[in-house]
């Protein structure tokens, strides 16, 4: 089992940054692809970034220029920076990571962006 727990979430004005955090335990070796996602009430959950364990990225459409992902493999810990946020950006931020047996999931840190 891999245990997954995001921080750095809260409330940001328009144009505002955050950086948010993910730190993996328990079985992490073989961990590969970890990402990003987020659940905005009354909308799909929605893949904001992907890394791969070698470094290699995705973003969605609509943080791309504005937000990066990022991993130290040696801490065992992923982040997501997020810059000039729009209050399109608001709602629950998942971590998950994959293994060749399991898909994990936190319980998500809440961003919300409003003036």
């Known amino acids: 089992q891999v245990q997954l727990v995001e921080s750095g979430g809260g409330l940001v004005q328009p144009g505002g940054s955050l950086r948010l955090s993910c730190a993996a335990s328990?079985?992490?070796?073989?961990?590969?692809?970890m990402g990003w996602h987020r659940q905005a009430p009354g909308k799909q959950r929605e893949m904001v970034a992907i890394?791969?364990?070698?470094?290699?990225?995705t973003y969605g459409d609509s943080v791309k220029g504005r937000f990066t992902i990022s991993r130290d493999n040696a801490k065992n810990t992923m982040y997501l920076q997020m810059n000039n946020l729009k209050p399109e950006d608001t709602g629950v931020y998942l971590c998950?990571?994959?293994?060749?047996?399991?898909?994990?999931w936190g319980q998500g840190t809440q961003v919300t962006v409003s003036s």
């Open positions: 998950n990571a994959r293994r060749s047996i399991g898909n994990y």
């Open positions: 328990g079985s992490v070796i073989g961990i590969g692809v």
């Open positions: 890394i791969t364990s070698g470094g290699s990225t």
